[in-house]
T-cell receptor, first 110, second 114 residues
């Protein structure tokens, strides 16, 4: 089966750094995605990891450890507009079929 | 490009009614999929298609039908609506059915079944 865990909620301060963790247990692995979803809107793509290590894209970075079944999304220099839900999704078998975690709702405070 | 479009944006149905949620994309994407999103449960895959004429079931297919007669369109049919189908439905498309390609999501349809 597929199991993906993320914290339900996190709070951080504007300008700070926050790390959102995701652990997964899946029957197969072809890559891990992070999506951002603002309230009432559609998810939008943030990052994709298929090999171990850190992928950096501006203020956002994503890390993957396949042996540990673990990923994190790192957000630097937090802005108020970063308040959103962050969804971890695993492509568990070939064919782009994603299994999503429940999402982490991040609240950024002034 | 309009990207992925969905209609309607909101819908209220009575138990037992049927309806079709429309989804279209203008990016010539091979892969299309339907998800439902319920509070605390994340997105769950209902059905997906890897090309015109090819569809398959996802994690929660019961009570839903799909067809893919063209590359652009991927409608989702609710056969006999039930209150458990109250949810937000997202259609998504991706360049390829191969892994690693990001999915583009439509704006969603908010469905309430009374």
């Amino acid at each position: 089966g597929q199991n993906i865990d993320q914290p339900t909620e996190m709070t951080a301060t504007e300008g700070a750094i926050v790390q959102i963790n995701c652990t997964y247990q899946t029957s197969g692995f072809n890559g891990l995605f992070w999506y951002q979803q603002h309230a009432g809107e559609a998810p939008t793509f943030l990052s994709y990891n298929v090999l171990d290590g850190l992928e950096e894209k501006g203020r956002f970075s994503s890390f993957l450890s396949r042996s540990k079944g673990y990923s994190y999304l790192l957000l630097k220099e937090l802005q108020m507009k970063d308040s959103a839900s962050y969804l971890c999704a695993v492509d568990g078998k070939a064919g782009n079929m994603l299994t999503f975690g429940g999402g982490t709702r991040l609240m950024v405070k002034p | 490009n309009a990207g992925v479009t969905q209609t309607p944006k909101f819908q209220v149905l009575k138990t037992g009614q049927s309806m079709t949620l429309q989804c279209a994309q203008d990016m010539n994407h091979e892969y299309m999929s339907w998800y439902r999103q319920d509070p605390g449960m994340g997105l769950r895959l209902i059905h997906y298609s890897v090309g015109a004429g090819i569809t398959d079931q996802g994690e929660v297919p019961n009570g839903y039908n799909v067809s893919r007669s063209t590359t652009e369109d991927f409608p989702l049919r609710l056969l006999s609506a039930a209150p458990s189908q109250t949810s937000v439905y997202f259609c998504a498309s991706s360049y390829s059915a191969q892994g690693g390609y990001e999915q583009y999501f439509g704006p969603g349809t908010r469905l309430t079944v009374t």
